[in-house]
Every structure is written in structure tokens, then in C-alpha cells.
């Protein structure tokens, strides 16, 4: 039988300390971790770790501008994005005087979202920059559509069967696209209740 001596239990307490270390570590939150997956598109992971730090800091004006943008990319609860905008200093970070006119336009607010593309476009670094004053016309442009087809939601619409790779040979109808704006869902009068179809839309086509 092996003798166990007073080294052998030494060793099995530093590796179980020095383990317990490690744990600790790996578990721990930092906003390095919640920036590398914001970076990433990881949008829920970085949105939960953000979440955490502003228990601790909840007025930190950098963890409440990510956590912002975390929410608004994910366009799941896109509207608390503007929550966290709020926290924010406009003079210390004047960005997000156009993201809280993204986070407006996501919501279908469109007069509250020209009213800070306007501002942020007279913004001294915007006028610098001709690009973004170009962008922030053409969000303008498409709040006032947005505004337009709010009044008049059916005007010039049409419906179009897209095919077997999306319709079925039954009827279809109500069709509602996910909050995620990637997510066709629609209902079907198909004899086989089991026969759900399930399918997401890339910016450059189908999944």
C-alpha cells in the first residue's frame, strides 16, 4: 500500500486550491470579456455580461452605451436599448445621439428619431465627415416612408406567393416577419398540422 505522507496531502491542496483559482477565473465577468463577444456579434452573451457589470456600476456611461448597442443589434427587446442611451452623456459621447435615432426608428417612433438624426448631423464631427451627414438624410428619408406608410399602411401592397421553397400548396396567410427581422412566420391551412415550416432570411437571401 502507498504511504501517504505529509508532502502527498501538500500537493492534492494545492491542486485543489490552484484549481479553485482557475474556476473562479474562468467564471469571472469583465468588460474585456462582454467587449470580445459584442465584437463578435454576439449580441445575448455580451448583453448578459453587461447586464451583470451595471449591477455593480449602473451609471457607468461606457457599460450603459454597449449594453445599448448589445440590445439594439440583437433587435430582441431592441425598445431597452434606449434605456441604457439615456444614462448616457450626449456632450462626453455624442454617438449616441445617433443611436438613440436607430433605437427610435427600430421602435416605428419616426418624428423622435429625425429629431436626433437632425441633431446629430449638426454635430461639429458630422459636418466634417460627409459621408454620415449623406447617411443621416437618407435615415430622415426613411422615417418619413415609415410615416407614410403607417397613414396609408396597404397602399401600393401586394401579395405575391414566393414559391414552394416558402408557400405551400395550401392556403397561407397572415404573414408577420420576427422581431428579429429575420424570421418569416405565417399561418398555413395545411392538412398535415405537423408540417411546420421554420426559415430565416440573410441580407443577401435565403437560409
Known sequence: MRKI???TILLALLLVSTMSVFAQE???ITPKKAM???EDGNWEKSKQIYLELLKESPEDEQLNLYCGIAYLNSRIDADKSMDHFNRVNESNIPGVILLKGESFH???QFDSAKVYYEKYKNTDGVKIQKGLAELMDLRM????????LTNAPTAGMFVENLGPDVNTMFLDYAPV???????LVFTSANAN???IKYMTFQAEGQE
Open 5 to 7: 505522507t505529509s508532502t
Open 26 to 28: 474562468a467564471e469571472k
Open 36 to 38: 470580445f463577444y459584442l
Open 106 to 108: 427600430y421602435m416605428g
Open 141 to 148: 428619408e426613411q422615417c418619413n416612408t415609415g410615416i407614410a
Open 177 to 183: 416577419v420576427y422581431e428579429d427581422l429575420k424570421t
Open 193 to 195: 398540422l405537423f408540417n
